[in-house]
């Protein structure tokens, strides 16, 4: 079975501070990477994404992603990290192959965010 | 920008009791889903919805769930005698083509606290 591993539960930065954020998938096949963002009493949004060509993918608010197959991973990063950032960050697959189906998100349990100003 | 709108934003409901989440998709959407977050746990995957019926479900989707579009805009979930663990957010979530291929738009959810 699919599955996505995010490896820190909290993270807690100063201002302007780089950000790292590890996501790992354990699907072998083609898939749809995303990264989504949930600030507090939000909605999630949708920070960026990972569909084919370029592994480095940008998203809004300055943050990237890249994808390295060999390591089935997909890392956030973040140059310099502000007080709104504070939220959490989740990783989610997409099998494209699934069941010829629409396929479905899998998600990782999520990353907490504190930047400290 | 468009929104998925659910409602309510809290819902508390005693054990046994049936309780309908409803959702506003985005009006040009065709594929709706519903996912949860029981606090402190991943989001899963319940179930997707296209074209009137249940493309796809997942084992949490069991008969106590059921998804219904009533009206041509609203997407309810329904969970017939709820469960203590069925306490958890609930997401909502449409997007126009596959989601495959354009992502999802996600409501802000509807906190379900059964007790």
């Known amino acids: 079975a699919q599955s996505v591993s995010q490896h820190n539960h909290h993270v807690i930065l100063s201002e302007a501070a780089s950000l790292e954020l590890g996501c790992n998938y354990s699907?072998?096949?083609?898939?749809?990477l995303f990264w989504y963002v949930q600030y507090p009493g939000q909605h999630l949004q949708l920070l960026l994404k990972y569909f084919s060509g370029d592994p480095l993918v940008k998203g809004i608010k300055g943050f990237e992603a890249e994808f390295i197959k060999s390591k089935f991973s997909f890392n956030l990063r973040k140059p310099s990290v502000q007080w709104s950032d504070t939220a959490e960050y989740f990783c989610a697959v997409n099998n494209r192959n699934y069941g010829g189906s629409q396929g479905n998100l899998i998600f990782g349990k999520g990353t907490k965010l504190s930047v400290k100003p | 920008e468009p929104e998925v709108t659910q409602t309510p934003s809290h819902q508390v409901t005693q054990m046994g009791q049936e309780v309908i989440l409803r959702c506003v998709p985005i009006?040009?959407?065709?594929?709706f889903y519903w996912y949860r977050q029981i606090l402190g746990q991943k989001v899963e995957f319940l179930v997707s919805?296209?074209?009137?019926?249940?493309?796809?479900k997942s084992e949490i989707f069991d008969d106590q769930f059921s998804v219904e579009r009533p009206d041509g805009s609203n997407f309810t979930l329904k969970i017939r005698s709820t469960k203590l663990e069925d306490s958890a957010m609930y997401f909502c979530?449409?997007?126009?083509?596959?989601?495959?291929?354009?992502?999802?738009?996600f409501g802000s959810g509807t906190r379900l606290t059964v007790v």
């Open positions: 979530a449409s997007s126009r083509e596959t989601g495959v291929n354009y992502g999802y738009t």
């Open positions: 919805f296209y074209n009137n019926e249940i493309s796809e």
């Open positions: 699907y072998g096949g083609t898939v749809n």
């Open positions: 009006s040009n959407h065709l594929y």
